[in-house]
């Protein structure tokens, strides 16, 4: 009896042995199939287990070479396919090998809640990754799809503008020097203590047209924005159009993410700054990364009527803004503008700023352009100078598009601020925001231009609280994790967490590899 038990507990022992072995196996990166035989924990399998056990084995074996296949072969020692270039990990799709020209291969992991999209090569979200490695194939030929040149007898306004090199009035029955010369400031990101002051001083810059100050288009993103002033400068006459909520570069995103970031921002503005949708009309892709077919096909899902983020190279003569009905008709800075037509929407282009000699460089942005080794009267004297290639032009929209980098130097501010009073002393420049520079060319007129430099009632805007709410919001990181406080100012109640879009909500948790004991590998 004493040695049957025994038999139960040796026999209990090689099972119990088998199992650790198995699970072992399975924890191991997979190997070549030819090494199938050699692996050493077949041989520690004991012989003299009955015929069930064998069978079952064998079984297991089988079952083993069936799926063998559609498992990846994790070799540690990873090798280079070739001598640069970014490579997927075989083993973790969370992680990608950076391969040097000498062959060396240095192992990168994405940033938390992101995975490495092998065909793409970028880290992006889990339901948008290809895991990798991928087979090389061939290169695809580029899709062109072919969008008419501008037919002027087609497009018509007040549904249609083009021309055909992209600079002509639409008022083709007066000469350019007797037409209007408008001018709009335009601001990028986050509006708070760091810039409002400086935007304050400028907008506050009466024209000689009555008493009305002027006014410019925001392009408000959620990150860092102080919501109480953006409800200030609106209820002060000023346009709020729509950045991004992340402000991150888009150029390479989905329609989803697109949509996304456009419309939580627009209802931001609306439940945190009381802003209606119904003013909300304009977008301005984060840094001018223009977001191919995506971001026009969300532009106009989401019911915004204009865009101002495609940049122009060096033209003969600055770019009027156009709908984008036929092919755009110049050449584009980035190479991410759109490749088919959007009817009726809208594109203010931003035109390069440049100088004769090239002095400074040149810009989209005019906070790109390098006027540190110059004083005020420097900056001033450079402005005047871009300013008349649109004046004594073909007089097409003169925008100034700034960031809150330009009023960190005082030089550049004061250069500004003289620049704009120099302006305004010209009978026939006129200040306006994005949305009226488009009335005006859907139908040209002085009286429209007068009525609206002039008219500065703003009764039907709320006026905004004089102590607003200071909210401390948890934060979740998108790219590490990490749990943040952030601060939010709102006269509205605070809302339960700091904003962001819903894609970045469901992708932010911890995925990294941990142990059976907690631990991170």
């Known amino acids: ?16 042995l088998a199992f650790l072995v198995d699970v072992s196996r399975s924890q191991r990166p997979a ?71 000498d062959g060396a291969a240095h192992r990168s992991f994405c940033p938390n809640g992101l995975y490495w999209d092998d065909e793409k090569k ?83 810059l009466k024209g000689p047209f009555g008493t009305c100050p002027l006014r410019g288009t925001f392009f408000v993103k959620n990150d860092y924005n102080n919501y109480a002033m953006i409800e200030e400068l609106y209820y002060r006459g000023n346009e709020i159009a729509v950045n991004s909520v992340t402000g ?48 026009y ?10 865009d101002s983020s495609i940049s122009t190279k060096t033209t003969d003569k600055p770019i009027w803004p156009y709908t984008l009905d036929y092919a755009i008709p110049h050449e584009c800075k980035i ?36 006027f540190a080794l110059l004083g005020s009267e420097d900056v001033f004297e450079w402005l005047q100078e871009d300013f008349r290639r649109h004046y004594d032009g073909n007089r097409a929209p003169y925008m100034l598009p700034f960031h809150t980098n330009w009023f960190t130097h005082v030089h550049q501010v004061e250069g500004l601020m003289k620049f704009v009073r120099w302006s305004l002393q010209f009978p026939d420049v006129y200040y306006v925001t994005a949305t009226e520079a488009l009335l005006w060319m859907l139908e040209p ?41 952030r601060y939010l100012t709102t006269c509205n109640p605070c809302p339960d967490k700091y904003p962001s879009i819903p894609s970045l909500d469901d992708q932010v948790e911890d995925t990294r590899t941990k142990n059976r004991f907690g631990f991170l590998e």
């Open 335 to 370: 190479k991410s503008c759109p490749t088919k037509a959007f009817p009726g929407v809208w594109e203010i282009p931003v035109n390069l700023h440049y100088i004769q000699g090239l002095a400074s460089g040149q810009c989209s942005y005019l906070d790109q352009c390098v």
């Open 445 to 485: 007129s002085d009286a429209l231009l007068t009525e609206v430099t002039q008219s500065c009632d703003v009764n039907e805007r709320s006026k905004p609280c004089s102590k607003p709410n200071t909210c401390e919001l948890p934060y979740t990181d998108h790219l590490d994790g990490t749990e943040q406080l």
């Open 248 to 295: 991150r570069n888009l150029a390479f995103e989905n329609l989803t993410i697109w949509r996304e970031e456009l419309e939580t921002m627009r209802d931001l503005l609306g439940s945190l700054a009381n802003v209606p949708a119904k003013d909300i009309l304009g977008v301005r892709a984060p840094s001018l990364k223009v977001g191919r077919n995506a971001q």
């Open 297 to 306: 096909t969300a532009l106009i899902e989401s019911n915004f009527l204009w």
């Open 1 to 16: 009896m004493k040695e049957k038990s025994l038999g139960i507990v040796v026999l209990c022992c090689w099972i119990f």
């Open 31 to 101: 190997k070549d199939s030819s090494q199938e035989n050699d692996k050493p924990e077949d041989a520690a399998l004991p012989k003299d287990t009955d015929a069930a056990s064998s069978n079952s084995t064998e079984n297991g074996k089988d079952d083993e070479k069936k799926k063998e296949p559609e498992k990846k072969v994790c070799d540690p020692n990873f090798v280079c396919p070739q001598n640069s270039g970014n490579w997927a990990d075989p083993c973790q799709c969370r992680r990608f090998y950076i391969c040097s020209t």
């Open 122 to 204: 970028i880290c992006t979200y889990k339901n948008e990754a290809k895991c990798g490695p991928l087979a090389p194939s061939k290169k695809k030929e580029e899709v062109v799809i072919k969008v008419k040149q501008c037919d002027r007898r087609a497009c018509q306004l007040p549904y249609c503008y083009c021309s055909r090199n992209g600079d002509e009035s639409p008022e083709t029955n007066r000469r350019p020097q007797d037409s209007p010369q408008l001018a709009i400031l335009t601001f990028d990101g986050a509006v708070n203590l760091n810039n409002m002051k400086y935007y304050d001083d400028l907008l506050k």
